[in-house]
């Protein structure tokens, strides 16, 4: 008998997997969700502090050339002081924070949307008591981030 | 003397104008931001109703693989029930909403994350009594909707 194809599936013949299948992403309150684990933000530790992430969009086989992460930076913490191609797309959904873009100074609130262009210099910090939680959405395909010195 | 190029900047030489700008657009409150105007949800009137759309990212000439939008459904109001090749991943921020896909019926609360695979007939509806309002990213590049017509 031939295997039926789900509602919403696509299958790659190929590889024999099911790829690209409708999915709800349950908020389970307290910015996690179902089927979504909470990761490192990056796997080296490095010139970051007290930050996790967790990816949407982009870890079940969606051919969408993008990613869709939520990273959550505690009081206190800070992303790597950065650069690279690829552009960021930051939305704040929890708290507020400060982003550092060259020399300029953002401050993050609910719903603020941030468009960070490529080779800017960039950092996430929290300095304030509550966690910030964003949303960021970057291309599929990017390059590996420079990591900078400040004040050079 | 030589035009200095402005930090965050990136010149595309040959159309002579300045890309990929970092850009904040500050949330004014009420689901608005400071320069993203709304629009009309589609161009043609059609099987759609009560629906507006504000393009965060993919208007000001960004290099993003993707395109930021905020749709909002007022009540009683939903999209085209219709299907295309490329994704959407949905995130409702106002309010709540139904999506059907195919012929399963999803709720969208506050930051559930929804993935609409390739080719799956979708309609976004709100029978509620407040606004629904919800991310909307897609591929830059994307093909055009084909309208459904439900229940044949």
Chains 1, 2 share one sequence.
């Not at 509602?7 to 992403?25: E, G, Q």
């Not at 007290?50 to 869709?68: A, D």
């Not at 690279?84 to 550092?100: N, S, T, W």
Request: hydrophobic share 30%; net charge positive.
């Amino acid at each position: 008998m031939k295997k039926e194809i789900l509602y919403c599936d696509v299958v790659d013949k190929k590889k024999s997997k099911i790829i690209n299948k409708t999915r709800l992403y349950k908020h389970k309150g307290n910015f996690t969700w179902h089927r979504v684990k909470t990761e490192k933000y990056k796997t080296d530790s490095g010139d970051w502090a007290k930050i996790v992430r967790k990816v949407l969009i982009g870890n079940h086989n969606e051919s969408t050339k993008f990613h869709l992460r939520y990273f959550e930076i505690a009081p206190g913490g800070y992303s790597s002081f950065e650069k690279h191609k690829h552009e960021h797309v930051v939305i704040g959904i929890r708290g507020k924070g400060k982003v550092l873009c060259n020399t300029k100074n953002y401050q993050l609130n609910f719903l603020d949307t941030l468009y960070i262009a490529p080779y800017t210099p960039h950092q996430l910090i929290n300095p304030f008591h509550e966690p910030f939680g964003f949303l960021c959405i970057v291309n599929a395909k990017r390059d590996n981030p420079k990591i900078l010195t400040k004040f050079k």
